[in-house]
């Protein structure tokens, strides 16, 4: 897949290198001199990887990552530091500072484009979700990229595939003084665990004595229930070809033999802030899409939610020729509630009232806020018989308690008034099913009030 890739180096001959090799292969090139012009091309949202050269003057290529993660607007995107330097302490140095990796002067062009690549694709997952996290804003549920980028990626819960014991040993020992690590030698039984367990990151040896290692790794990245967990595999300094490989299939990060301790922390580290941030994006798309369809006072589903759901719940009632009935709900004299004891003690009615309703409901019925103190529940599978029982239960749960007022300083006397109707052979939507409903509430505010009526065949 292509991507917009920043190039940033102060010799400009470095710079063209890159470029020539990126664009060889469709990439589309920026390029920049120093930090602080990249660090706005980043901010701007120009680019989709950053390829970073740690030796410029001015500000280095360390303060430059630093800076890029510890921004919630750009914490996303990966960063390749590219050196000449090859020093243990200076991988350790960049990966600390956030990068995703490290590629060595001279740069290897195989290597190069399988591990952009590789981030790029890592990337595309989360974009929609933040484009989406970004619209959350309005709902007003904080600020989820700053909360998903302070994570320090500690206290992981990781699963370790390796049948060499001297090495699983000391792999364990290294990464339990700041996570839990569980050990499994057999691959077949670490992939069940992994899907039933509750893994954030799971690191294979490639040198499993009887099966492929790059097999599992694969398998993890497809099952359902693992497609999110880190993967990272620990390699043979000449399984080159394999680490490729393993990249291309997804595997998110690899450790080569000898494994340095502190290389093995920070990747680990690097994968789980990841890896959270991504899970913390899709918890804020879930709850921003249910703050679209729920009713804030309430918290029952609101009239977009109904219109749209409902409309399908008839459609599957037609076609596998099911019952369907409505109740339409209507606290009595409700706006008696708010003139003498104020609007707070109105709202707490409302969600007392459909605290109520809620307990008498099933998980499938559909239990949405009409508008005001109206309440539409939608009853699938439900004979009209069924129907007006449950409305009668309801009514008598709201009537036999008093309502408490004033943060329980205060009780009053409440009642429902409910219209019952049920799918008949000639209804063309559910619509009318619900306009039923609605006139047999009418004639139980004329009948008196706190009654049940049912709707005129």
Do not use: W
């Amino acid at each position: 897949m292509t991507a917009r890739v920043l190039v940033v180096d102060d010799i400009f001959p470095n710079v063209k290198l890159l470029e020539t090799k990126l664009s060889a292969e469709y990439f589309e090139v920026l390029t920049a001199m120093n930090g602080p012009d990249a660090l706005a091309i980043c901010e701007q949202g120009l680019c989709d990887i950053v390829l970073l050269d740690v030796m410029m003057p001015g500000m280095d290529g360390f303060e430059v990552c630093r800076r890029i993660k510890g921004n919630p607007s750009t914490a996303h995107l990966p960063v390749v530091m590219v050196t000449a330097l090859d020093q243990p302490s200076d991988r350790l140095k960049g990966l600390d500072a956030g990068a995703d990796d490290f590629l060595t002067k001279p740069i290897d062009d195989v290597a190069l484009l399988a591990r952009v690549r590789s981030l790029v694709r890592l990337k595309a997952v989360t974009d929609e979700l933040r484009s989406r996290v970004v619209a959350s804003r309005d709902y007003s549920i904080g600020d989820p990229l700053a909360a998903a980028a302070a994570d320090m990626g500690l206290n992981g819960r990781l699963l370790l595939v390796d049948d060499r014991r001297s090495s699983y040993e000391r792999l364990a020992a290294a990464l339990g003084q700041y996570h839990s690590v569980e050990v499994d030698p057999e691959p077949h039984q670490a992939l069940v665990k992994a899907a039933e367990g509750e893994f954030e990151l799971v690191l294979v040896s490639l040198g499993l004595r009887d099966f492929d290692g790059l097999r599992l790794c694969s398998q993890i990245r497809s099952l359902e229930r693992t497609r999110h967990v880190a993967v990272v595999m620990i390699a043979e300094a000449d399984d080159r070809p394999r680490i490729l490989r393993g990249l291309d299939i997804g595997v998110h990060d690899f450790l080569v033999r000898p494994v340095d301790r502190n290389e093995l922390l920070a990747r680990v580290r690097t994968q789980l802030r990841r890896k959270r941030f991504a899970d913390k994006l899709r918890e804020s798309v879930q709850a921003s899409m249910e703050l679209a369809v729920t009713d804030a006072l309430t918290g029952l589903h609101n009239r977009r939610y109904l219109d749209g759901h409902l409309a399908a719940m008839f459609s599957d009632a037609v076609r596998r020729g099911r019952h369907l009935s409505l109740l339409v709900l209507d606290i009595d004299r409700f706006k008696r509630v708010n003139d003498t004891y104020g609007h707070d003690a109105g709202d707490e009615v409302l969600r007392e009232f459909a605290n109520r309703i809620r307990a008498q409901t099933r998980g499938i019925d559909l239990v949405a806020r009409y508008g005001g103190e109206e309440v539409v529940v939608a009853l699938p599978d439900t004979t009209f018989e069924g129907a007006h029982a449950l409305a009668e239960r309801i009514r008598e749960r709201v009537e036999g308690s008093p309502f408490t007022i004033h943060r329980g300083a205060q009780s009053i006397h409440v009642t429902v008034s409910v219209g019952v109707s049920a799918r008949q052979a000639a209804d063309a939507s559910a619509g009318d099913i619900l306009k039923r409903a609605d006139l047999a509430l009418y004639r139980a505010k004329e009948a008196g009030r706190n009654r049940v009526v049912a709707a005129a065949a």
